[in-house]
């Protein structure tokens, strides 16, 4: 079955860049997200791609993949504390929504 | 819009009792979704709906059951809970199509369930 594998935790200084890193193992994966949960909260949509792409940018956030790998990464560029939460990195094929989750990351931002 | 909504927020149960936990949706979603998560075992899918009176086994649906019977809800059943059974409950809600978004998932803000 699918597989999604991440760290479980990653600890940065404040004004550094953070790299989560995550690996998946079905081929068949379209679309791979990141996912954001803070304390107490569900998740929420960080950013997406497409499989046919290798990197996306939004404001702070850098997403690379590499397909022939099977690797996913999350840059978050002048890390701040709000964003120690954990990241969750998630698969899903076309045309069908079961969508699998990594273990997700929890990153630590120290002031 | 409220967007996904969970009741209760917080349940300590007893071993043997049973609750049902709501969620709602006001985004007009086709699928929605129950997941638990426990330290160490990220999400993990229990049940799943694909539409109104529509119903699927997730990945642990063992000692839950479910109901969809409006849209707009989607009721999680514990029948007789166990202490294997606490969790964090989150429930989710999609549109269902391969988009351009891909099949984004909006999450309500979890029930924190103990049973003792």
């Known amino acids: 079955g699918e597989d999604v594998e991440q760290s479980l935790f990653l600890s940065v200084r404040e004004g550094d860049s953070s790299v989560i890193n995550c690996t998946y193992t079905?081929?068949?994966?379209?679309?791979l997200y990141w996912y954001k949960q803070e304390p107490g909260a569900g998740l929420q949509l960080l950013t997406y791609?497409?499989?046919?792409?290798d990197m996306k940018q939004d404001q702070r956030l850098t997403v690379l993949l590499n397909k022939k790998d099977k690797h996913l990464s999350l840059r978050i560029a002048d890390t701040q504390t709000g964003d120690s939460a954990i990241y969750f990195c998630?698969?899903?094929?076309?045309?069908?929504?079961?969508?699998?989750f990594g273990i997700g990351t929890k990153l630590q931002v120290i002031p | 819009n409220a967007g996904v909504t969970q009741t209760p927020k917080f349940r300590v149960l007893k071993t043997g009792q049973s609750m049902t936990l709501l969620c709602a949706q006001d985004?007009?979603?086709?699928?929605m979704y129950w997941y638990r998560q426990d330290p160490g075992m990220g999400l993990r899918l229990i049940h799943y709906?694909?539409?109104?009176?529509?119903?699927a086994k997730g990945e642990v649906p063992d000692g839950y059951n479910v109901s969809r019977l409006k849209k707009q809800n989607f009721l999680l059943g514990l029948e007789s809970a166990a202490p294997s059974q606490t969790s964090v409950y989150f429930c989710?809600?999609?549109?269902?199509?391969?988009?351009?978004?891909?099949?984004?998932?909006?999450f309500g803000p979890g029930t924190r369930l103990t049973v003792l």
């Open positions: 985004m007009n979603h086709e699928y």
């Open positions: 998630a698969e899903s094929p076309w045309g069908y929504q079961k969508v699998t």
């Open positions: 791609i497409f499989s046919n792409m």
């Open positions: 709906s694909v539409g109104e009176g529509t119903t």
């Open positions: 079905d081929s068949s994966s379209t679309y």
């Open positions: 989710a809600s999609s549109t269902g199509t391969s988009g351009a978004n891909g099949d984004t998932q909006y």
